[in-house]
């Protein structure tokens, strides 16, 4: 950390700083220019926080100069971590693609999207039973018997499941139904207690981007899950709002490779929730995997007028499976594929 202190600090304040950095048990290097003093923190600075010294007279800010996020971070593992999940991966060099409805509606309308996903080609079902909505007037989600309703569908063609958890005390139902894979969604990208629930289970998460937070804020996030022993997470770029009205947010494709350096975990992108609209889909989800995202989340409904939530932005199945053809052309292009479907007879002509 860098302590910058106000000019004409005097030699005592400066000593105060010093001896908390000392304090902290780091050592201290101090740089006297014509104007400003500067007071260096030389070892682990993660045990300091700016905060505590920009409280102290003649100190003017303090900066951290490592990343405050350590487990999920490039200089702790240089490696790329690859994500399975029950024998599908999500990073490397597959493309790996969720796709489903929204929300889970009936038996027979998870049914055709199960169909409709895998036929398509994706290997990994999506569909949210607690839904996280703005009105408490609209449909919340199946619940519990969601959950089983999803299984069951994904069962059919062998696909894991993704899907949404809102609650703490829902997590021993999630892994009791075999959830295989943890979404937490945007508006719970800081429910901490929520992170280190999920980050004491042997479960993958896929951690959705809050919609106004930072890159930083969004890998504490992530950190707060690694922290709990959990390292299977997965990071999602769903959008972010800014002045922009246009459509339902922007889609950060920076992010990707931005995060992506930044750390060793993989980053899908959903590009339903980004634009907002169906005819924006395919657009978004080719710019995501160019820009190397590893894995998309793309909401498919067998009949997305009648989608009992966020019926714009669904993909119906025949724009689905088109787009799966010129996903496979995109990642083919970046030195990539689109993870193969599962060895599925129901998929085989009668
Ligand atoms: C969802 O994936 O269904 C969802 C609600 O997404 P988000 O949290 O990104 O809004
Ligand atoms: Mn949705």
Redo the contacts with the bound molecule.
């Keep these: 950390m860098i302590v910058v202190m106000e000019a004409g600090a005097s030699p005592e304040v400066i000593e105060a700083v010093e001896a908390r950095i000392r304090a902290a048990g780091l050592g201290v290097h101090v740089s006297r220019g014509v104007e400003r003093t500067l007071v260096g923190a030389i070892g682990d600075e993660r045990v300091l926080e700016p905060e505590n010294f920009e409280s102290m007279p003649g100190v003017e800010r303090a900066m951290h100069i490592v990343k405050p996020y350590k487990l999920v971070s490039r200089e702790w593992h240089p490696g790329r971590t690859v994500v399975d999940v029950g024998g599908a991966a999500i990073g490397g060099d597959v493309v790996q693609v969720i796709a489903g409805p ?2 889970v509606e009936t038996d027979e309308q998870m049914a055709a999207a199960a169909d409709a996903v895998a036929r398509g080609g994706a290997r990994m079902m ?1 569909g ?1 039973a607690f ?2 909505r703005t009105s408490p007037y609209e449909f919340q989600g199946k619940g519990i018997e969601g959950l089983r309703m999803l299984k069951r569908a994904a069962a059919r063609h062998r696909l894991p499941v993704v899907t ?1 958890l809102m609650d703490v005390r829902t997590l021993d139902a999630f892994l009791a139904e075999g959830v295989d894979v943890i ?1 937490i ?4 990208m800081q429910n901490f207690d929520l992170l280190r629930a999920v980050g004491r289970v042997d479960v993958p998460v896929v951690l ?2 809050g ?1 106004s937070a930072t890159i930083s804020e969004w890998l504490m996030a992530a950190e707060y899950v690694a922290a709990g022993g959990n390292h299977r997470i997965v990071m ?1 770029e ?2 972010i709002r800014t002045h922009e009205t246009a459509y339902r947010n922007v889609l950060d494709v920076t992010a990707i490779p931005f995060v992506k350096r930044e750390s060793h975990l993989p980053v899908i992108v ?1 590009p ?2 980004a634009g907002g609209k169906a005819w924006m889909v395919g657009a978004l989800a080719c710019a995501a995997v160019a820009a190397g995202a590893d894995g998309l ?1 793309i ?1 498919v409904h067998p009949c997305p007028r009648e989608a009992w ?2 019926a714009d932005q669904a993909l119906a199945p025949d724009e689905f499976a088109s787009l799966m053809v010129r996903l496979a052309a995109v990642a083919g292009a970046t030195g990539r594929f689109l993870a193969p479907a599962p060895d599925d007879r129901s998929l085989a002509p009668a």
Excluded: A, F, V, Y
Excluded at 185 to 188: I, Q, S
């Design positions: 929204c929300s999506r949210g839904k996280p949404e979404q969604g945007t508006r719970n959705k981007r919609m999602c769903r959008g959903d339903s929730h989340l909401e939530c966020d």
